[in-house]
């Protein structure tokens, strides 16, 4: 059974930073593209970032680009994200992912976390 969980999350104050993770179970972590995700309020659900299967490329939303960066370690099966200079319009669930291609497209990635709420308060 595949497993991704997502601990962290918070509510951080803007300006500041905020490490999410997300660890996975019951896959291969090192053979899966893993992305990060976001939905707030009323909105779709958007791309954030995203890293391939040995963490060589990453890519970023335009949005999160700078500040925001994805990172993996395949010996224990986890994705970060590190968010820095958080501001309010950050505020979401957060979600990681797991698929078999490189995209943007939450419709490539097969599998999901549970979502984590990072709240940045003005």
């Known amino acids: 059974q595949v497993q991704l969980v997502e601990p962290g999350g918070g509510l951080v104050q803007a300006g500041g930073s905020l490490r999410l993770s997300c660890a996975a179970s019951?896959?291969?972590?090192?053979?899966?593209?893993m992305g990060w995700f976001r939905q707030a309020p009323g909105k779709e659900r958007e791309f954030v970032a995203r890293?391939?299967?040995?963490?060589?490329?990453?890519y970023y939303a335009d949005s999160v680009k700078g500040r925001f960066t994805i990172s993996r370690d395949n010996a224990k099966n986890t994705v970060y994200l590190q968010m820095n200079t958080l501001k309010p319009d950050d505020t979401a669930v957060y979600y990681c992912?797991?698929?078999?291609?490189?995209?943007?497209?939450?419709?490539?990635?097969?599998?999901w976390g549970q979502g984590t709420q990072v709240t940045v308060s003005s």
């Open positions: 890293i391939r299967r040995s963490g060589e490329n990453t």
């Open positions: 992912a797991a698929g078999q291609r490189y995209s943007s497209w939450w419709s490539d990635f097969d599998f």
């Open positions: 019951g896959v291969t972590f090192s053979s899966y593209v």
